[in-house]
């Protein structure tokens, strides 16, 4: 059960999509959204501004860096007062906080306390980024330990999902609340299964079971697992026009604190789609 939505909204494209995934999974679930905004303090007081400032010939004097908190805090309060007026259409309960401090964990301080997080999967500046996955993103799928729903560049209605299932605990918990939305919804969906000929009867029998407590019908796909599992998860997404990947944040032997399920951060990277994640 979704009860309350921590939702982090911020300029960039894949940030501002979050509010329209946000009224959706709310509209579901009865869920209070609770917006979140950061004013990343690396912009405005770290070492990256000062040199940047310099380097144009600006001198990066405290009322220019106030100056720029300033048009965040304007911008940012823009977002938050039009997601408010969005809930209220949705009669959705909502609060809004606008912050200053790092972004990963702002989020991370205020994700015990609710049942889902919602984010950007790139913020803004993206296109200058080196990286393929957010490091904001990377560092909440690690610590977080609550669901997070990952949101694309653009809005997907969700109706046709696709789960990822290797028999871990997390990938279990990935199944499990699949089935919660589809019991409550008409999502569509398939149970992804990669291995071999033993595995996929082991884990087929699993997923039925788990499914059947919801009186879902998800049907049962299996790849041999010749190629990579993050391919296999990204292609039957794509044979499918599945417009949902719901998987484990980890499979079999991860590394709790210090990395992210490779295969996860692999399908996070590549995928168009939205990427719920499970603990």
Same mark, same amino acid.
């Given at each position: ?7 982090a ?25 609770q917006a ?26 405290m009322?220019?860096?106030t ?36 972004v ?8 015990? +306390?609710? %049942?889902?997080i919602?984010?950007?999967?790139? /913020? !803004?500046h993206?296109?200058? $980024?080196?990286?393929?996955l957010? &490091?904001?993103v990377?560092h909440?799928a ?5 669901p ?12 046709n ?20 939305i ?20 082991k ?7 788990v499914?059947?407590?919801? +009186?879902? %019908?998800?049907?049962?796909?299996t790849?041999? /697992? !010749?190629?990579e599992?993050? $391919?296999?998860?990204l292609?039957? &997404?794509?044979?499918m ?39």
């Amino acid at each position: 059960m979704i009860d309350s939505i921590l939702a982090a909204v911020d300029p960039s494209d894949h940030g501002i999509r979050v509010m329209d995934y946000s009224i959706q999974v709310g509209s579901i679930f009865g869920s209070s959204i609770q917006a979140l905004s950061v004013i990343d303090s690396k912009k405005v007081e770290g070492p990256g501004l000062r040199d940047y400032l310099a380097s144009v010939g600006l001198d990066p004097d405290m009322t220019y860096r106030t100056k720029v908190e300033t048009f965040y805090q304007e911008k940012l309060g823009q977002l938050l007062q039009e997601f408010q007026s969005r809930c209220q259409e949705a009669g959705l309960a909502y609060e809004s906080s606008l912050e200053k401090g790092v972004v990963h964990k702002m989020i991370c301080d205020r994700a015990s +306390s609710f %049942d889902l997080i919602i984010m950007g999967k790139l /913020g !803004e500046h993206a296109e200058w $980024s080196a990286d393929s996955l957010g &490091g904001s993103v990377s560092h909440v799928a690690r610590r977080a330990k609550k669901p997070l729903l990952i949101t694309p560049k653009r809005h997907i209605p969700m109706a046709n999902a696709l789960v990822a299932y290797d028999g871990s605990s997390f990938s279990r918990s990935a199944l499990e609340l699949a089935a919660e939305i589809g019991g409550r919804t008409n999502l569509r969906g398939a149970v992804l299964i990669v291995g071999g000929e033993d595995k996929h009867k082991k884990l087929t029998a699993e997923a039925a079971k788990v499914l059947a407590n919801d +009186s879902v %019908d998800f049907e049962v796909i299996t790849r041999p /697992g !010749e190629g990579e599992v993050a $391919s296999e998860i990204l292609n039957a &997404g794509d044979t499918m026009d599945a417009d949902l990947i719901i998987m484990g944040a980890y499979g079999h032997g991860r590394i709790h604190n210090l990395i992210l399920g490779s295969t996860t951060e692999e399908v996070i990277s590549r995928s168009r789609i939205p990427v719920l994640l499970r603990h």
